[in-house]
């Protein structure tokens, strides 16, 4: 096949991903030969860097992230041009234009472009704008917008959003990143599924009692208090990430692997999630904010403006899809900072069996479970019962176990490397469709108008701990409790 030929645009390109995430990233698909050499980075932000600044930092960048090669490292840097921007200049734009089309003419690129938006979102309809204005989507190839979270603040907003970037863009050229796509074992969720017998034959309510799927983080907002105390953890993690992954474990069997009949399954979930009644809310979800624990300080004293802060930094909830598959079966759903540990972790409960003669009380009593570990380990698990060694017939659980790291180990790709490699070959299977954005802006519109008209009782847990107790009395009401995470 040949080595995809393009030229990343990246708005942001001084900031916290471009270091963090996409350098790194970039590095390893031209290390791994995903790219050849014809490819360019041209990074853009308003400080005033010059090429050999620019170059400096992705070099620093990539140093600090795990896996490099000096040897290549340089000629690697020397595909990075920067130019100092301001996104609401036209002026801006037409040296771009120009900076690009010298570019085009060096590397063999054949016109393609993608543009990242990697930095403030007020800005994303006006930058889409300005790149249809001023000519910048006119070159010989394709041209792709890709966009960073979050996808508006609420659904009314989004949809704003969406209308201004769709005036310059098209659905099939834009690509918004939710990163939990990219990840190795959430893509594995459908394998999973639909390549086992063994687990799509009871995978529904007549089988599945319940689904836990946990995103615990230890960190904290770090430096972004700012955007966090506006966002808190349900706009910032169950609009996107939570809701993918639900999405994912509860979508029918596509009838062909392609993004359209993958999306068009997931967009049906998501038209299935019930309603949180706003009088009903207490029922079905639980906010939390972290206080002073083993972890350090409390959410409101990380820094002097979140002093009384009522954003959340911690939600769990129950949610239902009323569709034939999953009538009646609770996907439980937790994320939040400051926890315990950092885990990513599905587990999927089965029912019992009706007559089970091998334990003596309740306790000995194990239900058979799928767990699928995302984060930090990677891999599945299945919990079974066998028969415990010499002493009658007793039952004891047993854990069959696969882990994904022993096996590709350090070469599992990042996400990014994943979802920027999917972008330049134009596979948009893994990348958010509008329509999984609206429906997920419009469960998630339910909780939080129904919190927004009372007072929350924060700080309710402590930093470092699970979460709060109303958390575990979600599931308790209905007879089931959270698996641990480790
Ligand atoms: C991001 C959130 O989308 O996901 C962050 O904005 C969060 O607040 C991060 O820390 C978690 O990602 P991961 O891959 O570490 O689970």
Not at 212 to 220: A, F, R
Not at 238 to 260: F, G, R, S, Y
Request: charged share 25%.
């Amino acid at each position: 096949v040949d080595k995809p030929n393009v030229v990343i645009v990246i708005f942001g390109a001084t900031g916290d991903l471009s270091k963090r995430k996409l350098f790194p990233s970039i590095y390893r698909l031209y290390q791994n030969g995903k790219i050849g050499e014809d490819f360019a980075v041209v990074g853009l932000a308003r400080r005033p860097w010059t090429n050999d600044i620019f170059r400096e930092k992705v070099c620093e960048s990539i140093n600090e992230s795990q896996a490099h090669n000096e040897d290549d490292l340089e000629s690697f840097a020397a595909h990075f041009y920067y130019q100092s921007f301001d996104v609401t200049d036209n002026s801006s734009y037409t040296h771009l234009d120009g900076l690009l089309d010298q570019l085009e003419g060096q590397y063999q690129t054949n016109g393609n472009r993608v543009f990242y938006l990697a930095m403030a979102p007020e800005y994303f309809g006006t930058i889409a704008n300005q790149l249809e204005q001023n000519g910048l989507k006119e070159s010989a190839g394709w041209t792709r917008l890709v966009i960073e979270k979050p996808f508006g603040h609420d659904l009314a907003s989004a949809k704003e959003l969406n209308n201004q970037i769709r005036l310059a863009f098209n659905e099939d050229q834009i690509y918004r990143i939710d990163h939990y796509l990219g990840k190795e074992m959430v893509q594995n969720i459908e394998v999973i599924r639909f390549a086992n017998g063994i687990f799509e034959h009871l995978w529904n309510n007549r089988f599945i009692s319940n689904i836990q799927v946990t995103s615990s983080e230890k960190l904290g907002v770090e430096e972004r208090a700012r955007y966090y105390d506006r966002s808190g953890a349900t706009r910032d993690m169950v609009q996107n990430h939570m809701l993918q992954m639900v999405a994912l474990l509860a979508m029918e069997p596509p009838i062909k692997l392609t993004p359209d009949e993958i999306r068009s399954e997931k967009v049906k979930v998501l038209r299935a999630l019930r309603l949180v009644e706003p009088t009903e809310v207490e029922n079905y979800f639980v906010r939390g904010q972290y206080g002073p624990g083993r972890l350090g300080k409390g959410y409101r004293e990380e820094a002097p403006e979140l002093k009384d802060s009522t954003t959340e930094t911690y939600v769990a909830g129950k949610v239902m899809i009323d569709n034939y598959r999953w009538a009646g079966v609770p996907f439980y759903i937790r994320t939040g900072k400051k926890m315990k540990e950092k885990s990513i972790k599905i587990v999927v409960e089965f029912r019992d069996i009706p007559m089970n003669l091998y334990y003596k009380d309740e306790s000995e009593r194990h239900p058979n479970l799928l767990v699928i570990n995302i984060q930090p380990d990677e891999g599945i698990t299945l919990h079974l019962n066998a028969k415990k060694a010499g002493v009658g017939s007793i039952a004891q659980p047993i854990e069959l176990s696969y882990t994904n790291n022993g096996v590709d180990g350090i070469n599992t790709p990042e996400a990014y490397e994943k979802l920027i490699y999917d972008c330049i070959i134009g596979d948009t299977t893994n990348f958010t469709h509008w329509d999984e954005v609206a429906y997920s802006w419009k469960f998630v519109d339910a909780v939080l108008d129904a919190w927004s008209e009372t007072e929350p009782l924060f700080p309710n847990y402590t930093a470092g701990s699970m979460g709060p107790e109303a958390a575990d009395r979600l599931l308790e009401k209905d007879g089931f409790h959270w698996w641990p995470v480790t």
